[in-house]
């Protein structure tokens, strides 16, 4: 089988009021209209394409992935074909290590076989896409930030840039050759960031990740983290690209903009922390892995 190698602000009312008893000795004057300048709605979220939407539902819940075509064409192009032939429907997560990946698919050398493997996408080369720079250094590479949602590298001696493995990043998973993956997928449970530009990531959870920590786990060190017979991985219930489904029944997702103020607020949020409860104010710092980007669920 193939195995995976390596693995708003809040708003502030100011309140006018007299003290009890004083007597009002002027009479009341105009109060000057005010106005606030609102920031649209649409500029601080954008709506996942219901054609990048991956539902995947096992017995403990459904978790939503959002696809990069614009990263991976290939793979997703195949992993939206696997999906509506259905070949996941009865498939299981059958490698599950702790703080490691998730991986499912068909497992069946015979079977996966019958699908082609794909070139790797591992990176690409430097795009006119806006890149929101982290804020500050990182551990593996130059520059980190977010890219219309995603976790992304950039290295400009390289001249190339890549999503990353942070917990819920989807990857294709493959054998020694760069350019055998097809059909087993992993979830990253844990940040795994040394499996960087080794293999083709192409999407990232954005809901119900949750269920996925769930899953049944293997031994690493037994099987290299196969769930062993007769004992079995979870069942893969039902694997679903949401624009199939009727649109009263699907469900919508929206991602804050990453090249927005709002989204800056959201990052200073986290890295300066003025909360009484720090006696021992921690450093200024974010870790590109443990930052999410903010998502909800569409009205």
Request: glycine share 8%.
């Amino acid at each position: 089988m193939r195995l995976m190698f390596g693995i708003l602000g809040a708003a502030f009312a100011l309140v006018a009021c007299q003290s009890a008893g004083q007597a009002q000795t002027e009479p009341e004057t105009e109060t000057a209209e005010t106005t606030e300048t609102v920031t649209p709605d649409a500029e601080i979220w954008r709506d996942v394409d219901p054609e990048n939407l991956l539902l995947i539902t096992t017995e403990h819940g459904q978790t939503a992935i959002e696809l990069s075509p614009d990263f991976a064409p290939n793979h997703v192009a195949q992993i939206r074909q696997l999906t509506r032939d259905g070949i996941y429907e009865g498939a299981r997560f059958y490698r599950v290590i702790e703080a490691f990946v998730a991986q499912g698919g068909l497992q069946d050398e015979t079977v996966i076989e019958a699908y082609p493997t794909l070139a790797n996408e591992n990176d690409r080369p430097i795009s006119e896409a806006v890149l929101t720079p982290l804020g500050n250094a990182d551990l593996f590479t130059g520059l980190v930030g977010h890219m219309n949602g995603f976790s992304v590298a950039r290295d400009e001696t390289l001249g190339r840039e890549w999503l990353l493995h942070c917990p819920g990043a989807m990857a294709m998973a493959r054998d020694i050759d760069p350019d055998t993956g097809g059909t087993e997928f992993y979830i990253v449970l844990d940040a795994q960031r040394y499996l960087d530009r080794n293999l083709t990531i192409f999407g990232r959870v954005i809901d119900g990740m949750q269920y996925i920590q769930k899953l049944k786990r293997g031994v690493r060190a037994i099987g290299n983290g196969v769930i062993q017979a007769p004992e079995q991985g979870d069942l893969i219930l039902s694997m679903q690209i949401a624009a199939d489904l009727p649109e009263a029944d699907r469900p919508a997702f929206q991602v804050m903009v990453t090249a927005g103020e709002a989204f800056e607020a959201a990052k200073r949020e986290k890295r300066v922390r003025e909360e009484d409860f720090f006696y021992r104010k921690p450093p200024e710092v974010l870790d590109i892995c443990g930052f999410e980007v903010p998502v909800r669920r569409a009205e």
